[in-house]
């Protein structure tokens, strides 16, 4: 093999001109995606301080911006082979972006603004230039491309950057028009980019680092588990709070049977605008409501059997359960190769936990916490063994 031909050394090139291109993640993007380890267990703890309407808003504004910190990222990976030393210091710069927007996130709407909004700039910056040299190597309908997306991204670049010295509210306006360009840069009729023929993701690569950060956000949940209750000092909650803490890992742990074996992995079952947008959309919403779900499994911690559990935290958790779970149908609708999964987890199971999840919103104040948990339960774990027992009696059928 030619030198040249080696990752470290290879061009970026777009994934329709090589032959039989791999889905498989990049040791970069990986890294990548780890770094949103911190930035997502910070925005968790946002959450978990600030637990009242007016929170709950900034926090799911501060997810809609981090995920797009993380997806643009995503995009251009999986529309471009890139590998080599250019490729590898701009993923370095844009590592370290996160890192500052993790830093200020605590105070986003206070004093951390300015390093918040500066850093995010330098993020859209950085995936402006991955585009922009990919537009002087690729060549035809992919080099048109790539100078179309890095154009709007130093664009958006700059917005961004404004918004960190401009006085507020003002500042957060111009902001939300920015993260809403992020999106229409690529959708708007004639001019947004879905109009090439050359953005065409690769799919594989997609879901997978699709599953990747799920991992990572369940992951934080049990990470959220374990501090608070070391945080608390594990001699000291006592036999009903312990209990719990088992409840919260199983609970996490059902989370990510349910996503994998419904839609995790999974490439959108084809490539018209829509299945793509709802594949995407569906994807933010899912890991919007993980978020909360791991949040409030952290109440778990603060009762024992006979407590009500945390109003709060109630709230959080039934609400994002019921998302997480309206998000699953959605996806496993859209997703190839899960027909089997669809004929048992069908949207009778998904609504049947909705509906027991939202049931619970008026109970919790007048249950004790290892009712409220059975009851959640039931929403959650009928996801994992209904789907079982269909498929168990289409076995029994089947070898009869």
């Known amino acids: 093999m030619a030198l040249k031909e080696f990752p470290i050394w290879r061009k970026p090139r777009h994934h329709m001109d090589v032959d039989n291109p791999s889905d498989h993640v990049h040791w970069v993007e990986l890294f990548f995606d780890l770094v949103h380890v911190v930035t997502i267990f910070l925005l968790g703890n946002f959450l978990s301080h600030h637990l009242d309407l007016h929170g709950f808003l900034i926090f799911t504004a501060l997810f809609v911006t981090i995920f797009y910190a993380w997806a643009d990222s995503s995009v251009y990976n999986s529309l471009y082979i890139s590998t080599d030393i250019p490729h590898r210091m701009i993923m370095s710069g844009q590592i370290v972006t996160v890192m500052f927007m993790a830093a200020a996130l605590d105070n986003a709407t206070g004093k951390g603004w300015v390093y918040f909004a500066l850093a995010f700039a330098a993020n859209r910056a950085f995936t402006g230039l991955l585009y922009w040299r990919a537009r002087t190597i690729v060549e035809g309908e992919a080099a048109g491309l790539a100078y179309e997306q890095g154009r709007n991204f130093f664009i958006l670049a700059i917005v961004f950057a404004v918004s960190a010295i401009l006085p507020k509210p003002l500042a957060f306006w111009v902001f939300g028009a920015g993260i809403a360009g992020i999106q229409l840069q690529y959708m708007l009729p004639k001019i947004g980019t879905l109009r090439f023929r050359r953005f065409v993701p690769r799919l594989g690569h997609l879901s997978e680092r699709f599953g990747l950060i799920m991992l990572i956000l369940l992951g934080e949940g049990f990470f959220k588990l374990v501090v608070t209750l070391s945080d608390k000092g594990i001699d000291k909650p006592g036999a009903g709070a312990l209990f719990n803490l088992v409840i919260g890992g199983f609970c996490l742990f059902a989370l990510g049977w349910i996503y994998f074996d419904s839609v ?93 999840s939202l049931l619970l919103l008026p109970l919790l104040p007048h249950v004790p916490a290892i009712a409220g948990n059975a009851i959640f339960g039931v929403a959650l774990f009928s996801q994992v063994f209904w789907p079982l027992m269909l498929a168990l009696r289409d076995m029994r059928s089947e070898d009869a």
């Not at 959080?316 to 149908?329: P, V």
């Open 264 to 356: 995790g992995n999974a490439r959108p079952r084809d490539r018209k605008a829509a299945v793509l947008l709802g594949y995407w959309f569906g994807h933010m919403v899912l890991m919007w409501s993980t978020i909360m779900v791991g949040v409030a499994l952290a109440g778990e911690i603060y009762v024992g059997f006979m407590e009500p559990y945390p109003l709060d935290y109630g709230w959080i958790g039934c609400t994002g359960l019921a998302i997480f779970l309206a998000a699953i149908m959605v996806l496993q609708s859209l997703v190839a190769g899960r027909d089997i999964t669809r004929r048992h987890a069908h949207g009778r199971v998904r609504l049947f936990g909705i509906a027991v």
